[in-house]
């Protein structure tokens, strides 16, 4: 198939995907919210920049999911060191939830900031204010019912599990302070388990797969194509 012709079809695929929502156009009134999950080190955040670099920061915004862990400060270090980060569980879904509807209603939000340092909250906040387009990116976002049927598109970035691995690896060590051994121990008793139950499992709800390598190009296109027919 040409590739202008399978863009084509990608972009009337979502489209009538949208229309089948009889909510979709009400809340296009306010806000179109894109959910881009995926497991760790797939590329969920070089998509988001790619896509949000075709547009104005008025018209885009972005909320990370990490953002979202829950406050773990009553906890000692050591305990917090031993949450497991990668359970639905360590997310503040009713938090994330709260602050998307108020963004729907116009209203601007205080995200928290995490340290994955110290493992919780630092107390900082950012101002966020509504935008057209709301971009929510992280890897259990899909796991949480309310957040799906607030998404108006859910994109699934797909990578192959070493790729993965290796880019988690490179970002623990030089981001968040990990050694070699913790970030491969971590990897095999939490991260590799939990995206097998957690994580891949729902690709199913997603409107859109996109494999993080040369070839998502046509997809990104598409994505930015029904943004700005809607912006």
Do not use: W
Not at 45 to 57: H, S
Not at 64 to 69: A, E, I, P, R, V
Not at 90 to 112: M, R
Request: proline share 3%; glycine share 4%.
């Amino acid at each position: 198939m040409p590739k202008n012709c399978f863009r084509h079809f990608l972009y009337l695929s979502i489209k009538i995907n949208f229309e089948k929502n009889t909510y979709f156009y009400k809340k296009l009134i306010f806000m179109l919210i894109i959910g881009i999950a995926g497991g760790t080190g797939s590329g969920k955040t070089t998509v988001v920049n790619q896509i949000v670099k075709e547009f104005n920061n008025d018209d885009v915004g972005i909320i990370s999911q990490d953002s979202y862990y829950k406050d773990n400060g009553h906890l000692s270090l050591e305990e917090r060191t031993k949450i497991n980060f990668d359970h639905p569980r360590a997310i503040d879904f009713d938090l994330l939830y709260k602050h998307l509807t108020d963004l729907k209603k116009g209203k601007t939000i205080e995200q928290p900031v995490y340290s994955f340092v110290q493992h919780t909250r630092t107390g900082d906040t950012i101002l966020t204010h509504p935008r057209k387009v709301m971009i929510v990116e992280g890897i259990l976002i899909f796991n949480d019912k309310r957040l799906r049927d607030l998404f108006d598109v859910k994109i699934y970035v797909h990578a192959d599990s070493d790729e993965r691995l290796i880019r988690r690896v490179r970002r623990d060590i030089t981001e968040r302070g990990r050694t070699v051994d913790e970030v491969l121990n971590r990897y095999q008793t939490t991260l590799k388990p939990m995206h097998e139950q957690f994580i891949e499992p729902t690709k199913a709800y997603a409107d859109l797969i996109i494999p993080n390598d040369r070839r998502n190009k046509v997809a990104i296109d598409v994505i930015i194509s029904l943004i700005k027919n809607n912006v």
